[in-house]
C-alpha cells in the first residue's frame, strides 16, 4: 500500500513537470494524486474512522495555509487595483537590469524576514509586473526574488512557517536563530546575484501606464488602500504573537478591515466606476487555479506522512548516512521535491531535546536547510508555488535558468554555517 503510494506521488509529480508537453493544468494532476493517495490509503486500512481522523487534522493545517494565501492575494490585488504599488514603483527609478535586480533582492530578502517568505513573494511578483514589461526579463527577475523570499525567511522566527514550526517547538529561540542564519542566508542570495550580474545588461522596457490603468485612483485612495495593506500584512505576525491564533485569523481580519475600507472609498459611486476595485472583483482576478494546486500538493504530501513514509525516511537517513550536516543537506535538497513542513515535522519526531538541546547546531541548520534548499525547484516552496502560478513558470525553465544558482547559493550558505559554527560556538 505505501509503495503504491509513493507511486502514485511520483507519476502525480512527473505530470506536474510535464504539464506544458501533457497539456494538461498542473492543478489537476495535483488535486488527482492528493486524492488518489488517500484512496488508496483509505481502502488499505480496515479502521477507516482513523484514517478520516489523520485527513481532518491535515485539512486543519492545509486549510489555514490556503486561508492565508487567499487573503494576501486578495489584499495584494486589493493594492494593485488602487495603483498602490506605485508609492513604491515610483521611487524604484532604475531601469538598469542589473541594479534592478540587487534592488528587487534586498527588498524581498529584508521584507521577507518580517512578512513571510509566502506574502513577500506574492508583493514582489506584482511589483515586477509594474516595472517589468518584457517576460523574460520579468521571469528571471521572479526566479531570483523566490531564492531570496527563501533565504530572508529562514533566519527569522516568522519569516518561514518551518522556522515558526522550530520556534514554536522549542528547538530554536527567536534571538539565536536570527543571530546565527542571518549571515549564511545573505551568502544563500548573494552568491547567486554575484553569479548572475555579470549577465544582467542593458534597460528594462517598462509597462505602458494607459495599458494597466485606465481610470487611476486618486491620491487618497491609492494612499489609504496601500497603508492599510501594507500594514495589514505586517500586522499578522504581530496578531500571532499576541494572541497565539493562526497566521490566517490575522490575515483574515486584515482582508476583512481592507473590504470595510475599499466599500466605504467607493459607496457613492456606480457599479461600472467601483466594480473593478471591489474585493468581489479581486476575488474573481485572483489565480483559483493555483491555490488549487497548493491544495492537491498538500493533501498528497501529507498522506505519505500519516502513512509514515516521510519518517521511514528521516530513519534511513539517520541510520544509512549519521553525520548531521549531511542529513541536514539532503533534508533541504528534499524540501524541493515534497514539502518541507512535513519533513521538519519529522525531524522534530526523531529527535528529542535530549538529543539534541535548544539552539544547537542540528536544529539551527535544519532552519536552514529547510527555509532555503526548497529554491532549487519551483514547486520546492510556498514562494516558488505561488510565483509559479501568478507568472504561468514552467518547471523546466526554472529548473534550466535558477536550479543551479539556487543550489550554489544554498550550498554556500551551509559552508558559512558550518564554519561559523566551528569558529564561534
Given at each position: ?9 511520483i ?15 498542473k ?7 492528493g486524492v488518489?493517495?488517500?484512496t ?5 486500512e480496515s479502521?477507516?474512522?482513523l484514517?478520516?481522523?489523520?485527513l ?8 489555514g495555509i ?7 492575494m486578495?489584499?495584494v490585488?486589493l493594492?494593485?487595483?488602487h495603483?498602490g ?12 537590469k ?13 521584507l ?9 513573494t506574492i508583493?514582489?511578483?506584482?511589483l ?6 518584457d517576460r523574460?526579463d520579468r521571469l528571471l ?10 533565504a530572508?525567511?529562514?533566519?527569522s522566527?516568522?519569516?518561514?512557517v ?7 517547538g ?6 539565536n536563530?536570527v543571530?546565527t542564519?542571518?549571515?549564511p542566508s ?5 552568491v547567486?546575484l554575484?553569479?548572475?550580474?555579470p549577465?544582467?545588461k542593458?534597460k ?17 485612495e ?7 495593506g501594507?500594514?495589514a ?7 500571532k ?10 490575515m483574515l481580519?486584515g482582508l476583512?478591515a481592507?473590504?470595510v475600507?475599499t466599500e ?13 476595485r471591489?474585493?468581489n472583483h ?21 498522506s505519505l ?7 521511514h ?9 549519521g ?13 524541493a ?8 515535522a ?8 535530549q538529543t539534541?538541546?535548544p ?6 541548520l ?15 516552496s ?15 525553465w526554472?529548473?534550466?535558468r535558477i536550479s543551479?544558482?539556487a543550489a ?5 550558505g551551509?559552508?558559512v554555517?558550518v ?5 564561534f560556538?
Amino acid at each position: 500500500m505505501e509503495w503504491l503510494m509513493v507511486l502514485i506521488f511520483i507519476v502525480g509529480y512527473v505530470a506536474i513537470a510535464f504539464e506544458h508537453g501533457i497539456k494538461i493544468n498542473k492543478a489537476a494532476s495535483a488535486l488527482i494524486t492528493g486524492v488518489l493517495c488517500w484512496t488508496v490509503y483509505i481502502l488499505s486500512e480496515s479502521d477507516k474512522d482513523l484514517v478520516s481522523s489523520h485527513l481532518s487534522e491535515h485539512l486543519s493545517t492545509i486549510s489555514g495555509i490556503l486561508f492565508f494565501l487567499l487573503g494576501a492575494m486578495v489584499i495584494v490585488e486589493l493594492i494593485d487595483a488602487h495603483d498602490g504599488f506605485d508609492i513604491v514603483t515610483q521611487r524604484i527609478r532604475t531601469t538598469d537590469k542589473r541594479q534592478l535586480l540587487w534592488i528587487s533582492c534586498l527588498i524581498t530578502f529584508f521584507l521577507s524576514a518580517i512578512l513571510d517568505n509566502l506574502t513577500t513573494t506574492i508583493v514582489m511578483v506584482s511589483l515586477m509586473r509594474k516595472i517589468v514589461a518584457d517576460r523574460d526579463d520579468r521571469l528571471l527577475l521572479v526566479g531570483m526574488i523566490v531564492i531570496a523570499a527563501n533565504a530572508g525567511g529562514a533566519w527569522s522566527p516568522l519569516g518561514d512557517v518551518t522556522t515558526t514550526m522550530l520556534w514554536i517547538g522549542g528547538q530554536i529561540t527567536a534571538l539565536n536563530i536570527v543571530k546565527t542564519l542571518i549571515l549564511p542566508s545573505i551568502i544563500c542570495i548573494l552568491v547567486p546575484l554575484l553569479i548572475l550580474s555579470p549577465k544582467m545588461k542593458g534597460k528594462v522596457k517598462t509597462p505602458n501606464k494607459e495599458e494597466n490603468n485606465l481610470m487611476e485612483s486618486s491620491a487618497f485612495e491609492r494612499n489609504s488602500v496601500f497603508g492599510l495593506g501594507i500594514g495589514a500584512l505586517l500586522f499578522v505576525p504581530i496578531f500571532k504573537t499576541v494572541t497565539h491564533l493562526p497566521p490566517y485569523m490575522g490575515m483574515l481580519l486584515g482582508l476583512g478591515a481592507m473590504w470595510v475600507l475599499t466599500e466605504l472609498i467607493h459607496s457613492k459611486k456606480d457599479e461600472i466606476e467601483r466594480g473593478p476595485r471591489s474585493v468581489n472583483h479581486a476575488l474573481r482576478k485572483i489565480d483559483t487555479p493555483s491555490i488549487l494546486f497548493f491544495l492537491g500538493i498538500l493533501v498528497a504530501v501529507t498522506s505519505l506522512e500519516s502513512v509514515g513514509t516521510l519518517h521511514h525516511l528521516a530513519e534511513w537517513l539517520d541510520h544509512t548516512i549519521g553525520n548531521v550536516t549531511t542529513i541536514g543537506v539532503l533534508i533541504g535538497f528534499l524540501s524541493a521535491i515534497v514539502d518541507n513542513v512535513p519533513l521538519v515535522a519529522a525531524a522534530q519526531g526523531m529527535y528529542d531535546l535530549q538529543t539534541y538541546p535548544p539552539d544547537s547546531f542540528f536544529w539551527e541548520l535544519i532552519a536552514y536547510c529547510a527555509g532555503t534548499g526548497g529554491s532549487t525547484l519551483i514547486i520546492g516552496s510556498a514562494a516558488g508555488v505561488a510565483a509559479m502560478g501568478m507568472e504561468n513558470i514552467h518547471f523546466f525553465w526554472y529548473l534550466k535558468r535558477i536550479s543551479f544558482l539556487a543550489a550554489v547559493g544554498y550550498l554556500a550558505g551551509v559552508a558559512v554555517y558550518v564554519a561559523q559554527h566551528a569558529l564561534f560556538s
